[in-house]
């Protein structure tokens, strides 16, 4: 593993021992407007309607691209190591256990035997 | 590896700063799991009745005020990105730099705490309360109820919905006052010189956090707002 | 490929030389209690934990004593029925939340863990110290709850009884179980990050004590399952005081969506309980047999298949409340699954013993013990995994003996063994052997006696929390009172001896046990940083060795007197057996 302490991991040109990467501003401010166009974007598709009953799906999506250019950018995940990426697909994974098996609980409760 | 292994900010069970800055790392994003699951329980009950009464949840999202919360989204994702720049700040030691985005963070989280209350009141004021029995408030307010009865809506379920929009943005905002504690704190250490570059890692820790916190808002924003943005009659 | 080692005997180092007496160790090194108090050090923690534990061993135990006896009678023989109400509910509230999850992690994980894999802390040690403050904080209030009267809605606290009708002390006792929730995530985050970031060099992931494999499995679970319970409470809470209610079939609520996100997180909990358990026994097992594990990646990886698939199986506590059929077959299957990796543990564990060269000590009695009830109470499960038995055998006393073989049978037995395996290097004594082989025959035959009895009473339809019963089940709750009676004397008498062997056992040495791994190459009690600074543990093998005879940093073991010659592990025939490999078993170690 890459955690290992006594390995001292292979230091990359512009990237500092004891500091790793520093940001750059500019792709920053980037990450900033994408999330708030993204925001725009979602309000302008929800007040139109256009998408019926499909809309909580393109929210969530528009919703969980927001959350990952979050994640990559601002939390540092491309940085990451392997641990902790594993440690946020975790998360989701783990999100995803509740959501499928409470789904299939609640989208079926209703439908008896024949 | 001397600067890395002989610095006043290095814990002494650590063998060296690189360990110490990964294991805060990993701990908060460990952490951050937890508040995801956490979040996810209260999410995943949202969906079991999202799906059974999809009309009444959003009919009732259409009570809600869009512009509140899509001015308060501006200010979360925009404190996100001073967080962001305070880390940057604190790596190259710009201390005055570091000092600012602190502040506009922790004034761009205050915006939204402040923001909200106004909406509580508004919501307060217009009756759009779950009715809880303690807070003397037994039903819907009539012209909520006429209206949902007019659309052929179970009141029940309008009220369920207002019992997860009180439920989840209380439970948000008290993530965001912790927040706000944390970067105070900051602030403080950075004022008592406790932040060199290569301590950076506390900023980051409470960025992590303070990240999520903003991640979940923009769930909550089309789950709460946006699901009856669609329905004209409201606001 | 040991095979090939027995031919050509590696040259093994002597036995490093016994430290010497009255070196600062952790527990000399200051006796205020203000330095109790305020301590960072992970094995005070451990240690601190271990006396507030055993506090709600015996509450919880006195509570169950109350059960028991108002069982005597088929109309109850002491208290009245709300009383039996909330002393059955303080039993589970108390030994669940306060014993444990608790039990292992944070006594003996925060213990042994930085010892196991040579680090000098935990990763953040004064997060470890508010765990246990939150710890207690959760604890008082669940006191609080009890003492003003006691909660009657059962430990599963389930809606809308306990929102609407109870008038007992839900609040506070949710309350505290939501607060104690976060001491647990704060102890499991600690350990996996230790586990991650903190290891010596050389301590690969294929190198971990299996211990510290089963710990890190559990606290995964801590950290992914309790936040779970912790919204649900919070929930709870909320609609009982506020009225604010999305459990509330009032308004179209769901109370079934309770129990989903409740076992979602208790389901997994009986996993955070029996993993810690697996992980002692590992290491009791092969210890006290002389052998490697068999199968050492199947033992470490199928404590990760139980930490998943666990939490896909929690409905199976929901077969008859509800849920839709197809859903019901879903998790029934799933359920079915869990058995596989405990299978594999098991088969394992048997596959170590044999033809190992095996001694009967304390620990071991108890582990051993631990992997027959174990058995017992896993099998009973797939009884209950299958739909239609479980609506047969669905809340009766079936369901009662088949968690109190696994939690009590299991987790209890694996407690203990994990207990009397560290203790001489927790405290630097040596207790009683023959009274604690005594309690642990003891604590053996009093649990078949007490829960053999239920398993026949609950088949033969006696609900579980009734506080009458009819004339034909007196017999069987006679035996089971009489042999909950048997259990609580055998759970007493380790309370003394080990008290007593603080002040007059023997003192210990440093590998008492002649056992490989990175605990026992320091003193006993170990010093102030676990090991010593300047020469900081570097590992060369695996964890069991004990074929070739040495120890995870190639050092050869010591011929462990321990107790003397005639309880010396390492010598089944009474005679002192030299350092390394026994010839008995070299030739069948694969």
Redesign the interface.
Known sequence: ?S????Q??ATPPGH?????H??S?PT??M??VA??AL?GL??AL????MFG?Y??FV??A??TV??GL??Y????LRH??R??VL??L???F??G???V?????????S???G | ?S??THSPVLKHHF?????Q??SE??GM??F??TE??FF??L??AY??Y???Y?AEFEFASSFMN?KFA?IN??FL??S??T???A??CA??GDKAGLYRNLLLTFALGSAFMVLKGFEYAEDFHEGILPGASSFGVTDLKHNIKTDAEHAGLDTGKVRLFLCFYYIMTGIHGVHIIIGLGCILWLVQQTYANQIP??N?STV?VV??YW??V??IW??L???LY??G??IPHAH | MTTAVTSVMPKIAPPPPEPAPAEPNYLNINYSLWSWLTTVDHKRIGILYLVSITVFFLAGGIAAGIVRLNLLAPDGAIVSEDAYNRAFTAHGVLMLFFFLIPAVPAVLGNFLIPMMIGAKDLAFPKLNLASWYVFLVGAMFGVWAILAGGIDTGWTLYPPYSSRSSTSNVVPGVFGVFISGFSSIMTGLNIMVTV????A?GM??GRLPLFVWSLYATS?IQL?GTP?IAITTVLLMVERVAGIGIFDPLIGGDP?LFQ?LFW?YSHPAVYIMILPGMGVVSEVLTCFSRKNIFGYHAVAWSSMGIAVVG??L??HHMFVA??????AL??SFLSMLVAVPSAIKVFNWTGTLYKGSITFQAPMLFALGFVVLFVIGGLTGLFLATLGTDIHLHDTYFVVAHFHFVMVGGMVLGYMAGLHFWWPKMTGRMYSDWWSRVAAAIIIVGFFLTFVPQFVMGYHGMPRRYPNYPQEFHVYNVMSTAGASILGLGYLLPVFYLTLSLFFGKKATGNPWSATGLEWQSPSPPPLFNFDEAHMPVVVCGPYEYALGIDQMGRGLPEGPGLGSANDPSDKHGESAAPGPMNKETHVVG
């Open positions: 593993m955690s290992d302490p006594n001292t991991p500092n021992d004891v500091l790793g520093v940001d501003p920053l401010i990450v900033w999330v708030l925001f979602t309000v929800s007040s139109s309607g009953k809309t909580l929210q969530l528009i919703g927001q959350a979050v994640a950018h601002f939390m540092h990451g190591d641990v902790v440690t946020a975790a998360s989701i783990w999100m256990i509740l959501f098996l409470f789904m299939s609980d609640y989208m079926s409760r439908r008896v035997m | 590896m600067a890395s063998g060296d700063l690189n360990q800055h990964a790392r990993l994003w460990m951050l799991a995801v699951l996810g329980g999410f995943g969906a079991c999202r799906l059974w999809a869009v899509s989204t501006v994702v925009t996100s990105l967080m962001t720049l880390i940057r790596k190259i570059p290569e950076y980051e960025s992590l990240h999520l903003d991640a923009l769930f924003m089309p789950m946006l699901a943005a669609h | 991650h970031k903190m290891r060099p690969t992931w995964l992914l779970v079934v989903h979602f939490f896909m929690w409905a509800g849920i839709s059929f197809y859903s879903l998790f």
